[in-house]
T-cell receptor, first 116, second 110 residues
Framework: EAGVAQSPRYKIIEKRQSVAFWCNPI?????LYWYQQILGQGPKLLIQ????????DSQLPKDRFSAERLKGVDSTLKIQPAKLEDSAVYLC??????????????FGQGTRLTVV | KQEVTQIPAALSVPEGENLVLNCSFT??????LQWFRQDPGKGLTSLLL?????REQTSGRLNASLDKSSGRSTLYIAASQPGDSATYLC?????????FGKGTRLSVIA
């Protein structure tokens, strides 16, 4: 079975520019997550989707970050404008469900963003 | 608010040793606990998932235990190998999505 696909793998941008990341979850997985991982830290949840609806975006900096999951499959995460402190690895994950016994999460390879 | 702590932050052992990584969490109302491996510059690979009703899970040389009431989990690695060198992350899922610890960076020296 194909895993979670993310692109691009690496991105370097200047501060105040915009950037977008793409994620294709495992087929049939209803729940999709975007995490931010700063060097030396554990991943931190940015947003969780259930199908194409937002379940939790409480830690998403909504003044500059946005995310969507059209048709309940692929998702994009956008940053506009980027700041130096946005430099991190952005991880996408998916799971069959959001609760109960089907919450095992599978992660993509991540996108490493460097803001200069 | 769920908080996950991993001890130690870093560990260096000679090849062949058995070792234990520790994970603790503050809210025992969890669905499950997952252990992940992360190689430098890579994403996360799921190693083991323990449901809240289970006490342990095993996969090859790895054994993870869960004591939900005390908010603790351990990952036991038997007969460590240089290829086991990586960062190991613990995460819990409950009323909130996966909450991660900061990880334990493991180095196995040949």
């Amino acid at each position: 079975e194909a895993g979670v696909a993310q692109s691009p793998r690496y991105k370097i941008i200047e501060k105040r520019q915009s950037v977008a990341f793409w994620c294709n979850p495992i087929s049939g997985h209803a729940t999709l997550y975007w995490y931010q991982q700063i060097l030396g830290q554990g991943p931190k949840l940015l947003i969780q989707f259930q199908n194409n609806g937002v379940v939790d975006d409480s830690q998403l900096p909504k003044d500059r970050f946005s995310a969507e999951r059209l048709k309940g499959v692929d998702s994009t995460l956008k940053i506009q404008p980027a700041k130096l402190e946005d430099s991190a690895v952005y991880l996408c994950a998916s799971s069959l469900a959001a609760g109960g016994g089907n919450t095992e999460a599978f992660f993509g390879q991540g996108t490493r963003l460097t803001v200069v | 608010k769920q908080e996950v702590t991993q001890i130690p932050a870093a560990l260096s052992v000679p090849e062949g040793e058995n070792l234990v990584l520790n994970c603790s969490f503050t809210d025992s109302a969890i669905y499950n606990l997952q252990w992940f491996r992360q190689d430098p510059g890579k994403g996360l690979t799921s190693l083991l998932l323990i449901q809240s009703s289970q006490r342990e899970q095993t996969s090859g040389r790895l054994n993870a235990s869960l004591d939900k009431s005390s908010g603790r989990s351990t990952l036991y690695i038997a007969a460590s190998q240089p290829g086991d060198s990586a960062t190991y992350l613990c995460a819990v899922s409950g009323n909130t999505p996966l909450v991660f610890g900061k990880g334990t960076r493991l180095s196995v020296i040949a």
